[in-house]
T-cell receptor, first 110, second 122 residues
Framework: QKEVEQNSGPLSVPEGAIASLNCTYSDRGSQSFFWYRQYSGKSPELIMSIYSNGDKEDGRFTAQLNKASQYVSLLIRDSQPSDSATYLCAGGTGGFKTIFGAGTRLFVKA | NAGVMQNPRHLVRRRGQEARLRCSPMKGHSHVYWYRQLPEEGLKFMVYLQKENIIDESGMPKERFSAEFPKEGPSILRIQQVVRGDSAAYFC????????????????????FGAGSRLTVL
């Protein structure tokens, strides 16, 4: 079973701090990785996509991919209370299927 | 510029009844995916469809569940003889069509999700 693993949390950080979310995946054939944010009772929305080893930055968000270690991370700088949500890591397997982790709950304390 | 449209948003059924959930993809999107989410859990892949074709149904339970995406109209996820364990949020997502050569670099499409259909089985 190809899986994406995340620490379920909750992860609690103070406002203004850096939140670090981590994810590992089992399918070495996965070539695309995504971070989605899901507020309680809402649907997931895409934050970041990353396809190559290294870092990808978009505003306060930085995604990091290490294919050798099968590891993906998301850093949120200057965390805000509005960032409090569940963050879902996802990996694209062969044939367009996207597999999601269970999600990490993030709380940003004001 | 309508996004992914799902209905009904909330559905209540008694055990043994049928549930039908509908999904219309974003304009220009030809791929539809169904995911199930239990409370406090992640999204579980169920099925991936294109128009008139089921591409991957490896996540669908073998019995009582079926999905279709007809040439005309929305995609439908059908659950027959519902049981309490079917109570969950069912999310539909869509993505645009990409060429096979692009899959080597991207692997999978970026998904746009609908608001979800929340099924409660009494």
């Amino acid at each position: 079973q190809k899986e994406v693993e995340q620490n379920s949390g909750p992860l609690s950080v103070p406002e203004g701090a850096i939140a670090s979310l981590n994810c590992t995946y089992s399918d070495r054939g996965s070539q695309s990785f995504f971070w989605y944010r899901q507020y309680s009772g809402k649907s997931p929305e895409l934050i970041m996509s990353i396809y190559s080893n290294g870092d990808k930055e978009d505003g306060r968000f930085t995604a990091q991919l290490n294919k050798a270690s099968q590891y993906v991370s998301l850093l949120i700088r200057d965390s805000q209370p509005s960032d409090s949500a569940t963050y879902l890591c996802a990996g694209g397997t062969g044939g367009f299927k996207t597999i999601f982790g269970a999600g990490t709950r993030l709380f940003v304390k004001a | 510029n309508a996004g992914v449209m799902q209905n009904p948003r909330h559905l209540v059924r008694r055990r043994g009844q049928e549930a039908r959930l509908r999904c219309s993809p974003m304009k220009g999107h030809s791929h539809v995916y169904w995911y199930r989410q239990l409370p406090e859990e992640g999204l579980k892949f169920m099925v991936y469809l294109q128009k008139e074709n089921i591409i991957d149904e490896s996540g669908m339970p073998k019995e009582r569940f079926s999905a279709e995406f007809p040439k005309e109209g929305p995609s439908i996820l059908r659950i027959q003889q519902v049981v309490r364990g079917d109570s969950a949020a069912y999310f539909c997502a869509s993505s645009p069509r990409i060429s096979w050569k692009d899959t080597k670099s991207s692997g999978a499409n970026v998904l746009t999700f609908g608001a979800g259909s929340r099924l409660t089985v009494l």
